[in-house]
């Protein structure tokens, strides 16, 4: 029997697939991508077609070695990772790396979904790596490292050091600044809004409405006093009012499509108030599989990066059967719903839907975290609701019309809009005027799929208030009374700011990114401050507005919307196999060379040319005396051999890098500070006053003496930990515990270049042993800082052990049988704690799913809860034996006899497993009969 290895991106997916697999297969995780460019130079041979240089990254060093290890003794081996570009490229990785591991055949296999049947078809029908998705993700990389390593220098010497330009996420950047600078600049324009309640004279029925058009032009009232003599002219009896217009338009609202990567990141961003990293962990949780009772992990939703709304046959067949079945046959369509993705999706992919759409909400809502139940909720009313028959509904409209009295002698100037037609301003300058009044409401006559979703898009107008009073039945000619006129000051709004979910329908309206990048670019621009959050917009900083303005000022092409946009066309046609990589990619270098080239950039105005080049090397001759080496943590720092190798690439007529400049400016200002002479021939060549510039950031610099950069540690483990599902936040007492805001603030001050105090170490260390089962290299990273095993806690009562099969399932058998409680005691108070069996049973499966084990201690609590619930749990005998739960005490037994004590009645009871009789109106009355 041949040997199978399976290679997949994370532990989660492994293990979800291995249960489809079954033992004779080995299914390993690569931790997502095992090789990447290198961090600390380009990696790219511009002279060589771009070819990129790739290196292991520091997690995938110790992951290579597991899987070639496994490779050695494989007889095939399966790379199952994502269907996708990154997907491809992890997959186009690892078989370079394995494959002269052993002498294993390679087989590509691709799913929609972690389900057995797409399991068995893949493997059934296995592939080879597509050639033309890796050309597309190795072009995007290349790009963006282009990008950054010669635009970034820029912004070091320009905005501030540190920073750093991204090909995309700039553009995200600009449009947030440009939509702040909207609002900035708005000016707010006043005007009146008159409301009038009428009723009829023959049915004395009452309507609310509002002015709407004067003279069959849109009104505008633009200040009080207008307001006022128009609502004077309105309330003169001489006015009369009758009804102009009753109309009923009959109006169908179709379905959405089912949620793609962009629309799911709205709905969640509006209705959950989720981010869109946020979502995006969240849904790769349900489609890598969540532990749905005994029967092990399961995969709830179909891929989550996609922008194709295909739908498979046989998952709408099913839908069609449930809605039938569930809803009613008039709510199921007689032909199943198709949708036209926008042309550059990609139609082999499907839409987001649930695998198994018998999987309610409702049936697995005790399994998931309640952040996996908001995200699966909507995902699966929303497929749901996309197989559904349209709303059939009425808009109703009722005008009424005032004429006569003092209006006849009223024009409509400054009552209407400016942009009103010619003919319509013509009207209005006549003498005389006529207001019409205008109400509407929407009636649902069938609510066709918005019996299961009715969440809006963002940016959708509200409907009328269907909730609102009926409008009354009335006909044309009705004559009305005037009740009530009010008038209410209005202004002018200015545009909203983005949140999370408009920005990212912003990046995907204008063609910008694509759903594998859509939330790492909303994510980047703020984890570089360049943009913060405020009530859930988007606010960009001041280093935001200064680097967009250093950007668009001087490579205006370069981050044009429109540009970037083309880009991820041309990186479409390169995944489609109509254009070659390195084609494009020669094609927009030498735009970036021109771009970078025609703008005042630091080179051409600090004068850095070969012949400036010159004059500063002959100030550094070969006796020159230069300061000794310095060592700063693993490199050290030779001035000699830096002005050296300068040397040696100037006679080699090689042109330097923005980076190299810096560096030598910075050289000759280190020793300019001590030399006239060097001052002076900087300022006869013209670069005098950027040297002195130099000086004052280095003795700024030295005055400010910085802290001590974090030790490489801590930014292992917070880099591992940044992936983690957080709980939601706990309150306890008057305090609220928020695992996931507590480490994003260790997070950032260590990315600020703050190293965190030693009860820092403890406290991350003691939230990671609370999570160390869902962090890769756990053991690893913790003991590299001091820890040993996981810490107990409130919610870890003690270390986490490696549970036996028995015990594993035992403990599997007590949480399936929990999950079946639905009705909980009362919570008993004792001293300062109020013990309750559900918030118990809740927190040690949610421990036993983040971390796959619990303490001896918390098993005999959960097996003493549960045996408390017999008649809840099906089958309860059989599986109590299998959970290791003895016979439930008998019920107590009520007697006729009456307490001595207080009267009540007594009780037989059974507790520790002997029998005794006593009050039953114990605690107040103690007795127990002798």
């Not at 309610?360 to 929303?382: E, F, G, H, M």
């Not at 509407?440 to 809006?456: C, D, M, Q």
């Not at 000086?695 to 610099?701: D, S, V």
């Amino acid at each position: 029997m041949s040997k199978k290895l399976v290679v997949v991106e994370s532990p989660t997916k492994a293990r979800t697939i291995g249960r489809f697999l079954g033992p004779g297969v080995q299914v390993q995780a690569s931790m997502g991508h095992v090789r990447d460019l290198p961090e600390k130079s380009l990696g790219v041979d511009v002279s060589n077609d771009f070819a990129p240089s790739y290196e292991l990254t520091p997690s995938g060093r110790k992951i290579v070695r597991t899987l070639r290890q496994a490779a050695a003794s494989a007889d095939d081996i399966y790379l199952a990772t994502d269907h996708d570009r990154e997907g491809e490229a992890i997959a186009w990785h690892l078989q370079e790396i394995l494959q002269d591991a052993g002498k294993a055949n390679f087989h590509r296999i691709t799913f929609h979904e972690i389900t057995r049947n797409a399991i068995q078809k893949s493997f059934a029908n296995p592939g080879v790596i597509a050639e033309d998705l890796v050309a597309a993700q190795q072009a995007r990389r290349v790009l963006d490292r282009l990008v950054g390593y010669q635009v970034s220098p820029l912004l070091w010497r320009h905005v501030k050091k540190g920073t750093s330009a991204g090909r995309v996420q700039s553009v995200a950047l600009r449009i947030v600044v440009e939509r702040e600078r909207e609002i900035l600049a708005f000016e707010p324009q006043e005007y009146w809004n008159l409301d009038a309640w009428f009723e009829s004279r023959e049915q004395k029925a009452k309507l609310k409405t509002r002015l709407a058009r004067i003279n069959d032009a849109k009104v505008m009232v633009s200040n009080g006093a207008d307001a006022e003599r128009l609502a004077d002219a309105l309330q003169s009896s001489q006015v009369s009012h009758q009804v102009a217009k009753v109309q009923s338009t009959p109006r169908r609202k179709n379905a959405p499509p089912p949620f793609i990567t962009s629309t799911l990141q709205q709905a969640a961003g509006s209705a959950l108030k989720m981010g869109a990293a946020q979502t995006m962990r969240v849904a790769q949780q349900l489609y890598e599989g969540i532990e749905l009772g005994s029967g092990g992990p399961v995969g709830l939703i179909t891929y989550m990066r996609t922008d194709s709304v295909n739908v498979a046959r046989e998952a709408q067949t099913q839908a069609l059967d449930f809605i039938a079945k569930h809803y009613g046959k008039e709510y199921a369509p007689a032909k199943p719903n198709v949708y036209r993705s926008r042309k550059s999706a990609q139609e082999a992919h499907e839409a987001i839907r649930p695998t198994d759409v018998n999987h309610t909400p409702d049936s697995v809502a005790p399994y998931l975290t309640p952040q996996q139940a908001k995200i699966y909720r909507i995902i699966w009313n929303r497929f749901v609701a996309s197989q559904m028959v349209p709303a059939q509904q009425l808009d109703h409209v009722i005008e009424i019309e005032s004429t006569g009295g003092p209006l006849t002698a009223m024009t409509a100037d400054n009552l209407v809009q400016d942009d009103a037609p010619a003919s319509k301003k013509t009207a209005a300058a006549a003498k005389g005027i006529a207001c019409l009044f205008h109400a509407t409401a929407r009636e649902t006559l069938f609510p066709g799929y918005l019996a299961v979703y009715n969440i809006k898009e963002v940016g959708e107008e509200d409907d009328p208030d269907e909730n609102a009073r009926a409008l009354p039945d009335l006909k044309v000619g009705m004559r009305c009374d005037l009740l009530e006129l009010t008038k209410e000051q209005c202004f002018t709004k200015p545009p909203s700011r983005y949140s999370e979910a408009a920005l990212v329908k912003a990046l995907e309206q204008n063609g910008v990114g694509r759903p594998s990048t859509y939330a790492s670019i909303v994510n980047t621009i703020q984890e570089r401050d360049y943009v913060t959050k405020d009530k859930g917009s988007l606010v960009p900083t001041e280093l935001g507005f200064s680097t967009n303005d250093f950007l668009v000022q001087h490579l205006p092409h370069l981050f044009d919307i429109g540009f970037t946009a083309q880009m991820e066309d041309e990186l479409d046609q390169i995944e489609e196999g109509d254009l070659n990589w390195v084609s494009m990619i020669t094609e927009f270098y030498q735009k970036l060379q021109d771009a970078l080239s025609a703008n005042a950039s630091a080179s051409a105005s600090q004068g850095c040319t070969p012949e400036n080049l010159q004059v500063i090397l002959a100030l550094f001759p070969a006796d020159f005396p230069f300061d000794p080496p310095v060592k700063r943590g693993r490199r050290t720092y030779d001035d000699a051999k830096f002005i050296a190798s300068i040397t040696d690439q100037a006679e080699a007529e090689k042109n330097l890098s923005e980076r190299q400049w810096a560096a030598i400016l910075n050289l000759v200002a280190k020793y300019g500070a001590k030399s006239p002479a060097i001052i002076a021939a900087m300022d006869d060549i013209g670069l005098g006053d950027t040297v002195r510039q130099y000086i004052e950031e280095q003795e700024k610099a030295s005055q400010e003496a910085p802290p001590p950069p974090p030790p490489p540690e801590q930014l292992k483990l917070l880099e591992a930990m940044s992936k983690v599902a957080w709980n939601e936040p706990v309150k306890r007492g008057k305090r609220i515990f928020d695992d996931g805001k507590f480490f994003r603030s260790l997070h950032k001050q260590v990315l600020d270049g703050v190293t965190l105090s030693p009860a820092q170490v403890t406290a991350l260390l003691k939230l990671a042993s609370k999570y160390a089962a869902v962090i890769p290299d756990y053991q690893e990273l913790t003991q590299a800082l001091g820890g040993t095993e996981p810490v107990a806690t409130e919610d870890n009562a003690a270390p986490t052990t490696t549970l036996s099969e028995a015990e594993r399932e035992k403990i599997d058998a007590l949480v399936a049988m929990a999950a079946e409680i639905k009705t909980w005691q009362t919570p008993k108070p004792g001293g300062r704690r109020s013990f309750n069996d559900k918030d118990f049973v809740n927190s040690v499966t949610t421990q036993y799913k983040q971390k796959g084990s619990l303490s001896e201690r918390q098993v005999a609590a959960l097996t003493k809860v549960i045996a408390k619930y017999p008649e809840q749990i099906a089958d309860y005998a059989s599986r109590a034996k299998i959970a290791g739960i003895g016979e439930p005490p008998p019920p107590p037994k009520l007697l006729d006899e009456k307490c001595p004590q207080c009267g009540a009645p007594l009780i037989t009871r059974t507790s520790r497993g002997k029998s005794f009789t006593g009050c039953s109106a114990f605690p107040k009355c103690r007795y127990i009969a002798k």
